[in-house]
């Protein structure tokens, strides 16, 4: 019987989250931990953190001066777009991965750094 993969998806958390949000992702981080941990048998458990993400919508809705503060604090001085997440949590539920569980993975263009 092939094994599954259970993949959880959230936002990225940044160094100025405030108190309250950073609790829930928190326990977020430690539910992908313990399911990893408690269902190996059964499959993997894994976590993409999203970051920014350009859409059409997005792009549409943000004038440049927004988009220049939402892209300054990324490493690599962008927004991904979705994509970049799709192909993460392709990664993440393929074979390619089946050694990796219990796994954040920031796809933030470098905000989590």
Not at 42 to 67: H, I, W, Y
């Amino acid at each position: 019987m092939p094994r599954s993969s259970s993949l959880r998806r959230s936002p990225v958390a940044r160094g100025r989250t405030r108190p309250p949000i950073k609790t829930p992702k928190g326990g977020a981080v430690m539910l992908v931990r313990t399911l990893a941990k408690e269902l190996a048998s059964l499959g993997r458990a894994n976590r993409v953190c999203s970051g920014p993400t350009t859409t059409d919508k997005t792009l549409a809705l943000t004038d440049t001066a927004r988009l220049k503060r939402i892209t300054d604090p990324t490493l690599l001085g962008g927004v991904g777009g979705p994509r970049q997440q799709a192909m993460a949590t392709l990664l993440f539920a393929g074979e390619d991965a089946s050694c990796v569980a219990g796994v954040d993975l920031p796809v933030d263009d470098g905000i989590a750094a």
